[in-house]
């Protein structure tokens, strides 16, 4: 990810526990700016991906829901059978997509921020 023009600290959540492989990982390109994009397959064939990139929730549209969990905010949203979850670490912006049940898609995320 370093040669690539990953210069921010990511990290490749390990979800066996929840029943979810990863399955690939690439440098995505987002407004122009490097992310880390991970790819997961779990329960049912359920995909999850995980998006990490340099930002600030503060520059995301208005999420449909707010949530507050160990001290760290999360923006969920929902986009017909998508839910996206948002948090803050650092300079960096994470977020979990999946057509997965919402409330597992944010029950990952709890367990897997970090505050910084």
Same mark, same amino acid.
């Given at each position: ?6 210069? %921010?600290?990511? @990290? ?8 979810? #492989?990863?399955?690939? $990982? !690439?440098?995505?390109? &987002? ?6 994009? %991970?790819?997961? @397959? ?8 995980? #998006?990490?990139?340099? $930002? !600030?929730?503060?520059? &995301? ?56």
């Amino acid at each position: 990810f370093v040669t690539g023009g990953i210069d %921010f600290p990511t @990290r490749v959540f390990d979800l066996g526990m929840m029943q979810y #492989q990863l399955v690939g $990982g !690439r440098i995505h390109r &987002l407004r122009n700016r490097p992310s880390a994009l %991970f790819a997961y @397959r779990g329960p049912e064939g359920r995909d999850l991906v995980c #998006q990490m990139y340099q $930002g !600030r929730l503060a520059d &995301l549209p208005p999420p449909d829901e707010v949530r507050e969990h160990d001290g760290i905010t999360f923006q969920v949203y929902r986009v017909g059978k998508l839910t996206l979850v948002f948090w803050q670490e650092g300079a960096v912006v994470c977020v979990l997509a999946s057509d997965a049940e919402s409330e597992s898609v944010i029950q990952l995320a709890y367990a897997k921020a970090v505050k910084v």
